[in-house]
């Protein structure tokens, strides 16, 4: 079974920064690759949307509402994904999912989301 693990959310004040880090773990075998790693939110009341997704080896996507202030970035080695947030904003206020899409165990392929770690962006 895999699980992905979110932390590092919090509360912070407008301007203020936070880094979210996901560590995927499998409780049997061994995590052979993970093709993309990415982070989405979700607001209240609003539908999950992405924030960053980083495929393996490929071109990092950004939505265009963090470009400039979010970095998403990748520990290959260890099955984890950060995503960096700077200036944030009340609008960035929501629960954050990692996702992993189309990761390799003893079983075979597929695709895993976290918990989701909470983020609120007030003063």
């Known amino acids: 079974q895999v699980q992905l693990v979110e932390s590092g959310g919090g509360l912070v004040q407008p301007g203020g920064s936070l880094r979210l880090s996901c560590a995927a773990s499998?409780?049997?075998?061994?995590?052979?690759?993970?093709?993309?790693m990415a982070w989405y939110r979700q607001a209240p009341g609003k539908e999950r949307e992405l924030v960053a997704r980083m495929p393996s080896g490929g071109q990092t996507n950004y939505a265009d509402s963090v470009k400039g202030r979010f970095t998403i970035s990748r520990d290959n080695a260890k099955n984890m994904v950060f995503l960096q947030m700077n200036s944030l904003k009340p609008e960035d206020t929501a629960v954050y999912f990692c996702?992993?899409?189309?990761?390799?165990?003893?079983?075979?392929?597929?695709?895993?989301w976290g918990q989701g770690t909470p983020v609120t962006v007030s003063s």
């Open positions: 499998a409780a049997s075998g061994s995590i052979y690759g993970i093709q993309t």
């Open positions: 996702n992993a899409e189309r990761l390799w165990t003893t079983t075979g392929v597929a695709n895993y």
